[in-house]
């Protein structure tokens, strides 16, 4: 398995899931305030949640492995990622990740590929949802 450090390396800028959680929240947050574009504001909560998942996943120890991308959480994306990670987190440092994804609720009808979509696709209940549950999962980083 790869180390974070080679991760560092792979990439052409330097990964802070913790940052980018915070950051994408409030920008979602702000489109979702202001109602100029719910669909929007729905696909950056999920990508929030997503980066916040990592920086929960970094903190209990999980470390990307570069040589399986494929079947690696880090490299996953909603809904598989909830799928991989049921599979693989345990310990003490998990278990707030593990209650928040094994919720059959969390972060459901949201898929990467909607970024391609009709905005018209994007339910605002779905919307509504995915903010509280983003907003909750990123309050969790650290914890």
């Known amino acids: 398995m790869a180390n974070f450090n080679s991760l560092l390396a792979y990439m052409a800028y330097i ?4 940052s980018a959680a915070r950051r994408h929240l409030l920008a979602a947050n702000i489109l979702y305030s202001e109602k100029t574009r719910i669909d929007v504001a729905g696909y950056l909560y999920g990508i929030a949640a997503e980066c916040a998942i ?23 994306h909603f ?14 440092k998990s278990a707030t990740l593990r209650l928040k994804i094994e919720n059959d609720n969390f ?19 779905w919307v509504e949802t995915w903010k509280e549950q983003a907003n909750d999962i990123v309050s969790c980083i650290g914890t």
């Open 54 to 76: 990592k920086a929960m996943m970094l903190d209990a120890g999980i470390r990307p492995n570069l040589e399986n991308r494929k079947a690696d959480p880090f490299f996953a």
């Open 107 to 125: 972060f459901s009808q949201w898929d990467i590929e909607m970024r391609y979509c009709k905005s018209s696709d994007i339910k605002d209940s």
């Open 15 to 18: 990964p802070d899931m913790a």
């Open 79 to 92: 809904p598989d990622l909830r799928t991989m990670l049921k599979d693989t987190l345990q310990g003490r």
